[in-house]
């Protein structure tokens, strides 16, 4: 029997169709991954089985039992759990006193006895948290836990997980999948709604796919592959993009000496980090989050002005340069996170020429036909699915990121700045800028690409440089590059410095 039967889910906003008569099945004690790119579906169909969503067509079976969840409350009642990418827990509060929100009981709360509750819950389930912590001293991963075990606390025996890897570090992922695991040998269902074909493949017990609102296909994880899955998703083969052959290396463009930076607390996060960019080339700088990365691109962008160290652009030396100065210099910047280099309530044209806006003034006055044009010209070269008078709110994060690269790229900059230009993406828009980001290479600028994608640090770069607390402990030709060389130097237990 399944725990979970969803039959002929059709959902529609407007003249959008969400979900196409969508059929999902959930086995007692599987891990089942909801696949798909962004705007496929998946989170909508969750959100259905939640009761924050109502079906327009469809009919839901819990234990074989045909059920109506017009609410999450109805949705609990069932024994079913939802952690969104968006915690709902009181910063405020301890972890304790977050998960007996709500409960019915007596009127007077004795904090030992909810304490001791919640830690022989957490004991029960192996998720490790402290019943006394408050919730604002938590790590993201931390916070994470809580809201499982909140779910759980309320008797959840199936477990809906929507994007739950988006905002973890590597160490989280991994802590993340060991819980999961256990509670699946105890009996809970888990669905697991993603859009990285990695984490699918070493979690996953099935693979249930959307593609347009419309269930692509469902398969046993040990009887496909990421190729297969991409194909299934996007509907055509786009995994494992691959820099082709090694390019000439030319002149240095970008000079990074001796940078360093202490933060208000006097705590050194970049200590004298040094290294070069060539034209024609990508230098990957891989690293766990936390170690300088955004630092770095900080300082880089102009936003940032370092305690120490200087860079230059060819010969200009640029340290402690305003943005915009450094974007006329011949720096094209994809920033780590796309919503800060974006206004959402300006139109798609407005964003595009944001960072250029006195090229588009005629006495005085904007030039909003030339604005409208150059969107045109663009949303068509880089293939934005967007109109120019469109909200760039509205846009899926794929087509936001089309933006920034199309307002970066077209302006063939001598240096790109991309810091982790694939963040949050599915796998057709993750192809798509890394193609980008080559072709960048190819025509002669020098990249500098920050990720904590080891697969598209290694995909990419023709050199890769390691990162650990603020150091530069390594930088190595991508020949002499292996995952776990990679990985050695990220924690700080290997360093070698070869350009």
Do not use: W
Request: aromatic share 4%; charged share 25%.
């Amino acid at each position: 029997m399944n725990a979970i039967q969803m039959t002929g889910i059709t959902k529609r906003f407007g003249d959008l169709v969400a979900n196409d008569n969508v059929d999902f099945e959930l086995k007692a004690g599987e891990i089942h991954a909801l696949l798909g790119e962004n705007g496929a579906g998946k989170t909508t169909l969750m959100r259905i089985l939640y009761g924050l969503y109502h079906a327009d067509e469809g009919d839901i079976q819990v234990n074989g039992r045909r059920v109506s969840i017009v609410s999450p409350k109805d949705a609990i009642h069932n024994r079913i759990g939802m952690v969104t990418q968006h915690f709902t827990l009181v910063s405020t509060l301890t972890v304790a006193e977050n998960l007996t929100l709500g409960e019915k009981g007596s009127i007077t709360i004795n904090k030992r006895t909810i304490e001791q509750k919640i830690s022989d819950a957490a004991e029960q389930y192996g998720i490790p948290v402290k019943p006394d912590a408050l919730i604002s001293s938590l790590s993201v991963g931390e916070r994470q836990r809580v809201e499982i075990l909140k779910a759980l606390n309320r008797n959840a025996k199936v477990l809906i997980l929507d994007e739950p890897t988006a905002v973890l570090v590597p160490q989280e992922v991994d802590v993340l999948f060991e819980v999961l695991e256990r509670l699946r040998k105890s009996g809970l269902s888990v669905v697991f709604i993603s859009h990285k074909l990695n984490e699918v493949m070493a979690l996953c017990d099935r693979i249930s796919v959307l593609r347009l609102g419309k269930m692509a296909g469902t398969v046993v994880k040990g009887e496909t592959n990421k190729t297969e899955l991409a194909c299934m998703m996007v509907g055509h083969e786009t995994f494992g993009v691959k820099r082709q052959g090694k390019a000439p290396r030319g002149k240095v463009i970008l000079r990074v000496e001796n940078l360093s930076l202490r933060d208000k607390k006097g705590l050194d996060t970049l200590r004298d980090v040094s290294f070069e960019v060539h034209t024609g080339e990508i230098l990957g700088i891989a690293g766990v989050s936390g170690n300088g990365q955004s630092e770095l691109t900080g300082i880089l962008s102009g936003t940032i002005k370092p305690t120490g160290g200087q860079f230059h652009l060819e010969d200009r030396n640029l340290t402690g340069t305003e943005p915009l100065q450094i974007t006329r210099a011949g720096i094209g910047r994809i920033a780590e996170d796309r919503h800060a280099s974006l206004v959402g309530e300006l139109t798609v044209a407005e964003n595009i020429a944001l960072e250029y806006l006195d090229e588009f003034v005629s006495h005085g006055v904007l030039d909003r036909k030339k604005i409208h044009q150059n969107a045109e010209k663009l949303i068509k070269e880089y293939d934005i699915k967007a109109r120019p008078e469109d909200r760039l709110r509205t846009l899926s994060g794929g087509n936001m990121q089309k933006v920034i690269l199309a307002r970066t790229l077209s302006r063939e900059p001598k240096f790109v700045l991309a810091s982790q230009p694939t963040r949050g993406l599915d796998v057709g828009a993750t192809d798509y800028v890394d193609h980008r980001l080559l072709d960048q290479r190819d025509r002669g600028a020098a990249v500098l690409l920050l990720s904590e994608d080891l697969d598209e640090i290694m995909s990419l770069s023709d050199r890769v440089a390691v990162i650990y607390e603020g150091q530069i402990v390594g930088i190595l030709p991508i020949e002499e590059v292996t995952r776990e060389k990679l990985g050695l130097m990220m924690c700080g237990s290997i360093g070698k410095q070869k350009t």
